[in-house]
C-alpha cells in the first residue's frame, strides 16, 4: 500500500480520548475530559424533540453553508450585547460542526503557509494541529502561573514576550477567555493591551469565547467589543458547551461579511452545513434560556461544582488556582510529587486512573514539546460534572491522600 498523507503523519491520538478509554477501562470517575456526565435542561431536549416532530420537510434537509437563518438571526440576537453590535445574521453569522470546526474553518481561510499565529500557554490542545493542518506556525507566548492562592488571575503573559514574538509572518493572535485550562478570564486591560498590539501590526484576533456564559468572578469581555476590533476579530462559540450537549456538534463564527465569506468559501467542500434539526433546536433553546433563566442558574450550579471540587482538592493538598470561569481547575501537585507518589506529572494521572480510579489531565498536555518545561506541577480536573461524581473523586483523592501524605482525615 501506497503511505499515508504526511500531513497527518506526526499527530499523536488525543490525550483526553486516551484519558477517558482508560477511566472506562478502570471504571475510574473521569474529571479528564470535559464533557457533562448530566442531562441537559429539559427545555434543551424538548427543543429537539419538537422540531423532529415538526412536519415541515426542510427541517430534515441540507441547511445553506452559511447556516439555518432562524438560528443565525437568534445568535445575532443573543450575542449583540457582548460583541458591542448586532452581526448581520446573514452575512456575518457562520454556523459550523462544533467550534472545533469553527476554528478549524478560520485556519483554513486565513493562514497562506508558514504565516503564524500567536497562541497563548498553556493551550486547548486543539489549536497547534489545527494551525499546522492548514500549513500555519504556531508561535507561543506564556502565560505565566501565580501562585494557585491568587487564583486564576494569577497566570498573566508579559506584554514585552507578547510584542517579541511577533513578526512579519505574524496573522492571527489565538485569544481564550474563558480559558482552557486555567480558568483565566481575561481582564479589560489585557484584551486592550492584546487589541492594541493586533491594530497596531495589523493583526487578526481569533477569539474563542465557548465558556463565555460561564463566569464566577470577573466580567467576561468580549474583544470584538472595544474600539476597532470589530472588523479583525473572529468570535467562536459552541452550543455544546453552552447549553450542556457537546454531542450536538454545533457552533458559531461571528466576523465581518468579508472574512465569513471566506470562511465558507471552504466550508462548503468540508462539511457543507451542520445538522438541520439541531441547528433549529438551539435557535429555539436561545430563546428558551432567557424565558428560563437559564444561564442565571447554571453559573450558580458550576459555581457551587467548583467550589466543592476546589475544596476537595485543596483537602487533598492540591492546591487549586481557583477559576474565574470555564469547566476546569488547575490544581498544584508539587507535594505530590516530591513526597515520590509519582516522578512526574504524566506517571502520576496515570497513576491516578489505572490504579487509584480518579482520571485528571497533567498539565504538560497543555504545552507543546518544545515548550513543555513551563508547565507546573500541575493536573486539569473538570468540574462540568454530577455532584456524585465529584464526590467520589473527592472520597477517593482524600483517602489516597492521608496514605501516602498522612494529610486530611
Ligand atoms: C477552549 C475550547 N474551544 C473549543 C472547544 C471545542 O468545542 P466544541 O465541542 O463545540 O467543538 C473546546 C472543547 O473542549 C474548548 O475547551
Redesign the pocket.
Known amino acids: 500500500m501506497k503511505p499515508t498523507a504526511r500531513r497527518v503523519a506526526d499527530f499523536l491520538p488525543s490525550a483526553f480520548g486516551e484519558m477517558t478509554l482508560l477511566a472506562n477501562q478502570h471504571g475510574a470517575v473521569n474529571l479528564g475530559q470535559?464533557f457533562p456526565d448530566f442531562l441537559p435542561p429539559s427545555f434543551v431536549t424538548e427543543a429537539l424533540r419538537r422540531v423532529l416532530a415538526d412536519p415541515q420537510p426542510q427541517l430534515q434537509q441540507y441547511a445553506p453553508p452559511r447556516g439555518w437563518l432562524a438560528l443565525q438571526q437568534a445568535l445575532a440576537e443573543a450575542f449583540a450585547p457582548s460583541l458591542g453590535h448586532q452581526p448581520d445574521p446573514l452575512g456575518e453569522v457562520t454556523i459550523t460542526v462544533?467550534?472545533?470546526?469553527?476554528?478549524y474553518s478560520i485556519m483554513q481561510a486565513l493562514l497562506e503557509p508558514g504565516e503564524e499565529v500567536i497562541v497563548f500557554e498553556p493551550q486547548?490542545d486543539?489549536y497547534t494541529p489545527q494551525i499546522l493542518l492548514a500549513g500555519g506556525q504556531p508561535r507561543y507566548v506564556q502565560l505565566h502561573p501565580g501562585p494557585p492562592s491568587a487564583g486564576a488571575d494569577g497566570w498573566s503573559f508579559d506584554e514585552g514576550e507578547l510584542r517579541a514574538a511577533i513578526n512579519n509572518n505574524t496573522k492571527i493572535i489565538l485569544l481564550?477567555t474563558p480559558?482552557?485550562p486555567t480558568g483565566k478570564v481575561f481582564s479589560r486591560s489585557e484584551l486592550q493591551t492584546i487589541a492594541d498590539i493586533a491594530i497596531e501590526h495589523n493583526l487578526y484576533v481569533l477569539s474563542?469565547e465557548?465558556?463565555d456564559h460561564l463566569i464566577y468572578d470577573g466580567q467576561h469581555i468580549s474583544i470584538a467589543s472595544l474600539p476597532g476590533m470589530r472588523e479583525r476579530t473572529l468570535t467562536?462559540g459552541?452550543?455544546?458547551?453552552l447549553f450542556s450537549v457537546?454531542g450536538w456538534?454545533?457552533?458559531w463564527i461571528f466576523a465581518s461579511s468579508q472574512l465569513s465569506a471566506a470562511i465558507r468559501q471552504g466550508q462548503q467542500w468540508a462539511t457543507f452545513a451542520a445538522a438541520t434539526p439541531v441547528q433549529q433546536a438551539v435557535a429555539d433553546c436561545l430563546h428558551q434560556a432567557v424565558i428560563t433563566d437559564y444561564y442565571r442558574q447554571t453559573i450558580a450550579d458550576f459555581r457551587q461544582k467548583r467550589d466543592l471540587l476546589a475544596e476537595a482538592l485543596e483537602e487533598a493538598a492540591m492546591l487549586a488556582w481557583l477559576p474565574e470561569g470555564?469547566?476546569f481547575i488547575v490544581a498544584d501537585v508539587h507535594r505530590w510529587l516530591e513526597a515520590g507518589f509519582a516522578a512526574n506529572t504524566s506517571e502520576l494521572s496515570r497513576r491516578l486512573v489505572t490504579e487509584f480510579g480518579v482520571a485528571a489531565m497533567p498539565a504538560s498536555v497543555f504545552y507543546s514539546p518544545a515548550t513543555r518545561q513551563f508547565a507546573p506541577a500541575s493536573l486539569r480536573l473538570a468540574f462540568c460534572k454530577r455532584n456524585e461524581t465529584l464526590m467520589a473523586a473527592s472520597e477517593r483523592l482524600a483517602k489516597l491522600a492521608e496514605r501516602f501524605l498522612g494529610v486530611g482525615a
Open positions: 470535559g462544533g467550534a472545533t470546526q469553527a476554528l486547548f486543539t481564550n480559558h482552557n474563542d465557548v465558556y467562536v459552541s452550543a455544546g458547551k457537546t456538534r454545533l457552533g470555564g469547566y
